[in-house]
């Protein structure tokens, strides 16, 4: 069994692919593609001869992780966005520093922007106090408190090794005994929330996320959608909160979440609010129950 192997899932990811493969290669790597209308598919097989590419509907992120997981044979499997790329040498070093952390299901890298800066990467499972932070820009009074930002890891330079609640899905290395304890991905979860569901099951199965700032990254946040799906968005956090806090919970999710973006719909004009207008109709057309099955 080697080290590690990598698993990237495509879905229009053209603009981006040719980086994160190169960053990887020589490391067997299996790319899944949901169902691309760009030519991912035809361009990796072409220029990436020694990719294993597995063409599928699209069923979301989650099922394509599993089918590309199923198809490989590291100890470890990185989880590679289609718009992220590693630096050189990172994924060594991942491998290394789980190695040496053999209760870390999953260890991320430090990520950059492509403009080189800081992409905040440490998260805390939603609550709906965090709920209400980001959604009430409460957090924004003071980024740096734990108290109202700890969603996005408040007070926390992103320059030490630690312990998150999970880690930014862009770049995984997750450990293959820690999924064979646990199960896979959950395909319920289409795209959003998949790997907070994944940690959190982790996490309560004895494993831990672990922040590794001695290996880098870079990621184009949000090329994979370019802020679509807002509304599966707002799905993922509701089926979350469903599964792991209970309907009732999650109800008073829905509730505040409406609200939240009612607000934010009647101060912002143009497409921004538009979609957050949306959200909150659709976010009160149905119960939890309705909106996530």
């Known amino acids: 069994m080697s080290d590690a192997s990598v698993v990237v899932v495509t879905y229009n990811g053209l603009p981006w692919i040719e980086q994160a493969l190169a960053s990887v290669r020589g490391v067997e790597t299996v790319l899944v593609d949901n169902g691309s209308a760009d030519g991912t598919a035809a361009f990796v097989r072409e220029r990436f001869p020694d990719v294993t590419v597995v063409e599928e509907e699209n069923r979301g992120l989650a099922a394509g992780w599993n089918a590309g997981i199923a198809r490989t044979r590291g100890r470890y499997v990185l989880l590679l966005n289609s718009d992220a790329w590693l630096d050189e040498g990172a994924l060594d070093a991942l491998v290394a520093f789980a190695d040496a952390h053999p209760d870390a299901a999953v260890v991320g890298p430090r990520l950059r922007n492509p403009d080189g800066s800081l992409q905040r990467s440490v998260r805390g499972f939603p609550t709906l106090w965090r709920l209400a932070t980001e959604y009430l820009y409460l957090r924004k009074l003071a980024p740096k408190s734990r108290a109202l930002n700890a969603f996005y890891g408040g007070g926390f330079a992103h320059d030490e090794i630690r312990e998150a609640d999970f880690l930014m899905g862009a770049v995984w290395l997750v450990r293959r005994a820690a999924i064979d304890d ?32 001695g ?61 957050y207008r949306e959200g909150a109709a659709w976010l009160g057309s149905g119960s939890v129950g309705d909106l996530t099955a």
């Open 182 to 213: 646990v199960g896979p991905a959950d395909e319920r979860f289409f795209l959003f929330s998949e790997e907070v569901d994944w940690a959190y099951r982790f996490n309560a199965a004895g494993w831990t996320s672990l922040f590794f700032p």
């Open 215 to 275: 290996a880098g990254a870079t990621h184009v946040y949000g090329a994979s959608h370019q802020g679509r799906l807002f509304i599966e968005n707002q799905r993922g956090q509701l089926r979350f909160l469903a599964k792991h806090r209970g309907i009732a919970y999650a109800e008073r999710a829905r509730l505040l979440l409406r609200v939240s973006l009612r607000l934010r719909g009647a101060v912002y004009r143009g497409e921004r609010g538009r979609m």
